[in-house]
């Protein structure tokens, strides 16, 4: 393979097996097709189908989600500031209410209005089309001021 070397890549990255959600061998698809190197080239250097590295590399992206919401549940725990923004919302006036509830538990936020607008929509993925809340989401703000989205 001519393209980027995984092994120098996980370790660039500090990859783990034994404390990543990833096996091995997702880890090195991953880094890879990170660098948009195709299946086909990944599966002759590792000496397997496209098929199989497409498997791969789908068991790890939906590792990878399980691993972020495992995340976003264990901050929603313990954060001080939990909003539910309802389906019908407009995201427009979420940052304000955002603020309001911060201001409440004493947590600074480090982002403009429009920078937690375009992360909450962003976030929250097809829950928000353009400005409307498509489905109720849920806005949590951990002590040290991050944001995260549910929903």
């Known amino acids: ?72 549940f264990a901050d929603a725990l313990t954060a001080p500031v939990r909003l539910t923004i309802e389906s019908g919302e407009d995201l427009y006036d979420v940052p304000n209410r955002v603020y309001s509830a911060c201001d409440d538990a004493d947590v600074k936020v480090s982002r403009t209005a429009p920078e937690l607008m375009k992360f909450i929509g962003d976030a929250a993925g097809d829950a928000v089309q353009g400005r409307a809340v498509q489905r109720d989401i849920t806005v949590t703000v951990t002590n040290d001021g991050r944001v995260t989205v549910r929903g």
């Not at 404390?19 to 080239?41: G, I, S």
């Open 1 to 72: 393979m001519t393209g980027p070397d995984a092994e120098e890549i996980l370790d660039r990255a500090g990859f783990d097996e034994e404390t990543n959600v990833l096996t091995h061998r997702q880890a090195e698809v991953l880094a890879l097709r990170e660098r948009d190197v195709p299946q086909a080239e990944i599966a002759e250097s590792l000496g397997t189908s496209r098929a199989n590295v497409s498997s791969v590399e789908s068991s790890a992206r939906e590792n990878v989600a399980k691993a972020r919401e495992t995340v976003a």
